[in-house]
């Protein structure tokens, strides 16, 4: 028997877009807001990326940045900053570091504003019709990502399948149990990221 598929997840956390902010103190998170970010702490920044910066009370700094190919971001006053690989808040960091040489006390706030790395992408490959690289979005199943790669082939076994976020951790899958209703493989309705 061929395996029906492997859902290979390298990465994945989806990150709001990053609230407007004016005034002389910094805002105050809604609750919602704070569940998001500490769920999204994790996400590394991969190149494709595009990040949002905020430099409070210097919106003449604040600007949304691609993370080009080589890894590196350019904004105003920094250069050539090396992005890949960090956290959103890992790079406010050092990103503060070097506008301290110009600005006094400066604070940023980084976000991720369109997550399109390498880094967030979930493999489909095996026995699909189409074997592919697809987006990671909140909340997105096995069952999802095996029917954006145009389903299961003739040649899926129903037995030998398995899920693996790229992480030595793998779920066994059961092809028969994802289209039949109350089957027992109930991972199909398991959001990839609980891996």
Not at 25 to 46: F, L, R
Not at 70 to 80: N, Y
Not at 173 to 188: A, H, K, M, N
Request: charged share 20%; glycine share 6%.
């Amino acid at each position: 028997m061929l395996p029906v598929a492997a859902v290979c997840l390298c990465s994945a956390r989806a990150l709001a877009d990053p609230p407007q902010h004016s005034g002389d103190t910094p805002p105050t998170p809604t609750p919602s807001q704070a569940a998001a970010k500490a769920a999204d702490s994790n996400y590394i920044i991969g190149p494709g990326d595009t990040v949002d910066l905020f430099v409070w009370r210097n919106p003449e700094l604040s600007v949304t940045v691609p993370v080009r190919p080589d890894g590196k971001i350019s904004t105003p006053l920094v250069e050539d900053m090396v992005a890949v690989g960090k956290t959103a808040s890992q790079l406010a960091r050092d990103m503060e570091k070097v506008l301290s040489e110009y600005v006094r006390s400066p604070k940023v706030n980084i976000s991720v504003k369109n997550a399109a790395s390498a880094f967030s992408l979930v493999k489909v490959v095996g026995q699909v019709a189409h074997p592919q690289e697809i987006p990671y979005r909140e909340g997105v199943t096995v069952l999802d990502a095996i029917l954006a790669a145009g389903g299961l082939t003739q040649f899926a076994s129903n037995r030998a399948s398995s899920a693996t976020d790229g992480h030595s951790r793998t779920a066994l899958i059961r092809s028969d149990s994802l289209v039949t209703p109350g089957g027992e493989g109930q991972c199909s309705k398991r959001p990839l990221q609980h891996w």
